[in-house]
């Protein structure tokens, strides 16, 4: 096992972009990229100063950007909507002249895709329109952002491009759109390993187990500080994991000299913990694939199923 868990300035001097930061996955990686060290921007379209996205959620891109100070980073809170190619333009400019050139992690995490999924449905009864619309949310988004993005790790001959999404194997994921979008991501990873490590820049995708967001603890009727009380409607969240364990996962990957070695990889945090010796907010090291192996495949079947 690795002994390598960033802490304290394992990243700094580093230049991290966290596409869709603004909460869950992305505000615990943006936070634990800061933890290490690291200056952030944080981007989504949900402002303190300019209002709401369609999610119409509480959370900003600024709050998290505070708590990536906090944390010992640097935060910088830049409203981006990144399906819009000119809005991506120009944020990429903002980072190449306040950093002087420098971008080493790009985190592809926009998703926003929760009021669009249909998980009572098979295609042929959702709408067309509303799931094309997750894909371009999901998909189209972490495209046109690599494209402006990339050509600054190019430059320096270095980096690490991450692709977060749900699941590492080829399990269908219960909506038609949604293991679309998510099969999508791996492959967005794969193939910008393959070009890009020729200039020596990794690109990889990652997926957390149950993860604990804010939606998810509202949905429960917990917050971090009780969420073991959501057990008693699922004995399996007592299984999940905060965003901070994913960031922790991120951290560790931008922080390791041979990252290269796992471009083009689909990895999980059920197994990086065990190499890297990371743990939870809590001080646990939950491993979803283990639970599921134990408790939930005689009656869901393999976790790696379709492989």
């Known amino acids: 096992m690795k002994t390598t868990t960033p802490a304290g300035t394992a990243l700094a001097g580093r230049v991290a972009l966290v596409a ?79 950093q002087h050139g420098r971008l080493d992690v790009l985190v592809n995490c926009v998703w926003g895709g929760d009021p669009l999924t249909d998980w009572e449905h098979p295609l042929w009864e959702q709408d067309l329109d509303t799931g094309l619309r997750l894909l371009r949310q999901a998909v189209e988004t972490h495209v046109i952002t690599s494209r402006y993005a990339l050509p600054m790790l190019v430059a320096r001959g270095s980096g690490l491009v991450v692709e977060v999404t749900d699941g590492n194997t080829a399990r269908y994921r219960g909506s038609f759109f949604y293991d679309l979008a998510k099969s999508a991501v791996i492959r967005l990873a794969v193939a910008q390993a393959a070009e890009l490590r020729p200039h020596g820049v990794a690109a990889l995708a990652i997926t957390p187990g149950f993860l604990r967001s804010e939606a998810m603890l509202e949905g429960f009727g917990v917050t971090e500080a009780n969420w073991r009380d959501g057990a008693a409607k699922d004995p399996h969240f007592a299984h999940s994991e905060s965003p901070a364990y994913l960031g922790r996962a991120v951290a560790a990957l931008a922080a390791d000299p041979d990252v290269m070695a796992k471009s083009g990889r689909a990895l999980a945090t059920w197994g990086l913990y065990e190499e890297y010796g990371f743990t939870d907010a809590d001080g646990t090291q939950p491993d979803w694939a283990a639970h599921w192996a134990a408790e939930m495949e005689p009656e869901h079947g393999p976790l790696g199923a379709g492989l």
Not at 31 to 37: I, T
Not at 62 to 90: C, K, L
Request: net charge negative.
């Open 20 to 98: 869709g930061g603004t909460r869950g996955g992305g505000r615990g990686i943006a936070v634990q990229l800061g933890a290490a060290g690291a200056t952030v921007y944080v981007t989504g379209r949900s402002s303190s100063a300019a209002g709401r996205s369609a999610m119409d959620r509480s959370e900003t891109i600024e709050e998290t950007a505070a708590m990536v100070t906090a944390a010992g980073g640097t935060g910088i809170a830049v409203r981006t909507d990144h399906s819009d190619p000119d809005d991506v333009r120009a944020l990429v400019g903002r980072i190449a002249v306040e």
